[in-house]
């Protein structure tokens, strides 16, 4: 393996999605980039339905009856280990990723942080106000309100208020 950053996280990625050689490698390009074409348009739309339609077909799992606002961010490498449920809100700006990598700095990578990937869910009736941000391995409760800007890092329980950064409860519903 090489010993420059983009060839160390090229091939995490193929092994994550199984692919070898020149054809794997033209494939996870491939893939990604249809994936951005589609984040593009979802994320540019000002329609809730055709935002969630593209984002279903990148592969993230989204319920009935949801709605998205524009420039909604939603994890451009594993889209498929996002799950958002029925009647969910997200605002603009919001921010959701299924992976945490410190991408260029290969001695944090190498030793203390490696790539973390892990699904992340949002239970039914949930809000996501507008600047909040959902990291990898977090789980919203069931009609829980995560307030405008706060970051989310850690599991929150079904019915609560989350604020600031880091995210915390301040109001149980």
């Not at 990604?32 to 592969?59: C, E, T, V």
């Not at 949930?126 to 307030?147: D, E, F, K, R």
Request: net charge positive; proline share 4%.
């Amino acid at each position: 393996m090489k010993d420059d950053a983009f060839s160390v996280n090229e091939q995490e990625l193929m092994d994550y999605y199984k692919l070898s050689g020149k054809s794997g490698k033209m494939k996870l390009r491939m893939k990604f980039m249809k994936s951005w074409i589609l984040h593009s348009l979802a994320y540019n739309s000002p329609l809730s339905d055709f935002s969630i339609s593209m984002q279903r077909k990148r592969g993230v799992k989204i319920g009935k009856n949801c709605h998205f606002s524009s420039y909604v961010l939603i994890d451009l490498l594993y889209p498929h280990l996002v799950n958002i449920e029925d009647n969910v809100t997200i605002s603009h700006n919001a921010m959701i990723f299924a992976h945490i990598n410190p991408t260029a700095n290969l001695l944090l990578k190498n030793t203390a942080y490696p790539r973390k990937v892990e699904n992340v869910t949002i239970k039914q009736g949930a809000v996501i106000s507008p600047g909040a941000i959902i990291t990898a391995g977090v789980t919203i409760g069931q009609n829980s309100i995560i307030s405008v800007g706060s970051v989310v890092s850690e599991d929150i329980p079904d019915n609560c208020v989350v604020v600031g950064n880091p995210g915390r409860v301040v109001k149980k519903i």
